[in-house]
């Protein structure tokens, strides 16, 4: 079953800069692909696209059967609320606590701050108690973000990333920051939670050798271009 179908997108930017040339591939439920490629070779800016952080100049994206590309107001938020967003620098709220990070994921920023923290029931705070556990932060649930390691942060942010339910999980560099240990453990528990949910993540990475062990499939992109579409095993001689 197609989640993702993306048909020759292309990103240029106002400077001229042709981030994307005609980038075309689909993603069926449940997969984990990787997309790798050397830096400015254009893997941010695809996944700036499929949730409209950056429109695309010309394609189309069609998630869950809905126009991506088309979408606004409502229609748009609604399509973001259905895919979670791991980044490279965590962007967690960092004097608040694991907990509360995650909270923010499961009921949206714009109600975290309209509402205060106090509106949280204690059935929420049991559900965010419940994924650090799943990352294996259980006993880190109450300290302060920046009290805990890189692994442990971006365990969090994927966490929050889950807490929102979402269709798709979408990881920009999510290891780039971390030390090749750290790396592992992250996405060890990465993809361990995608496949426990059945949810299809889309993971760039420039390190080959991790797309390799935790891949189902990879998409090497070169200057704004696909130049490998396969497994791992396919991936002989890198990109
Ligand atoms: P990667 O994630 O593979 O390192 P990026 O998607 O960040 O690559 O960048 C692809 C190309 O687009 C690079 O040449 C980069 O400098 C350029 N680029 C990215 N964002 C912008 C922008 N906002 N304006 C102009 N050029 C950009
Ligand atoms: P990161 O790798 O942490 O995502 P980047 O430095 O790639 O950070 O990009 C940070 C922001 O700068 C993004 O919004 C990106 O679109 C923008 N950007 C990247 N390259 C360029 C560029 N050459 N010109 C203008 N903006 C850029």
Redesign the pocket.
């Given at each position: 079953e197609t989640l993702l179908e993306v048909k020759n997108v292309t990103m240029v930017?106002p400077?001229g800069?042709e981030a994307l040339k005609g980038i075309n591939f689909t993603i069926k439920k449940g997969e984990l692909v990787s997309i790798i490629g050397p830096?400015?070779a254009g893997k941010?800016?695809l996944m700036?696209s499929l949730n409209l952080?950056?429109k695309p100049t010309e394609g189309s994206i069609s998630f869950e059967g809905e126009d991506v590309i088309a979408a606004k107001g409502r229609q748009l938020r609604h399509i973001r609320r259905r895919i979670g967003m791991v980044?490279?620098?965590f962007n967690l709220v960092k004097r608040s606590p694991a907990y509360l990070n995650v909270l923010h994921g499961r009921l949206g920023y714009v109600s975290t701050i309209k509402g205060g923290l106090g509106r949280f029931s204690e059935a929420d705070t049991r559900g965010a108690l419940e994924i650090l556990r799943r990352v294996g932060l259980e006993d880190q649930a109450f300290k302060r973000a920046d009290e805990l390691s890189g692994g442990q942060q971006q365990r969090v942010g994927i966490a929050r990333a889950i807490a929102q339910s979402p269709s798709l999980l979408l990881a920009?560099?999510p290891i780039?920051s971390l030390d090749p240990s750290s790396s592992e453990n992250v996405m060890v528990y990465l993809k361990s939670v995608c496949q426990e949910d059945g949810l299809t993540s889309i993971v760039n990475l420039h390190q080959v050798d991790f797309a390799k062990q935790f891949a189902d499939r990879i998409i090497g992109v070169k200057a704004g271009e696909i130049v490998f579409d396969g497994t791992p095993r396919e991936l002989t001689d890198g990109i």
């Open positions: 930017f400077d800069t830096s400015g941010s800016t700036r952080l950056n980044f490279q620098h920009d560099e780039a």
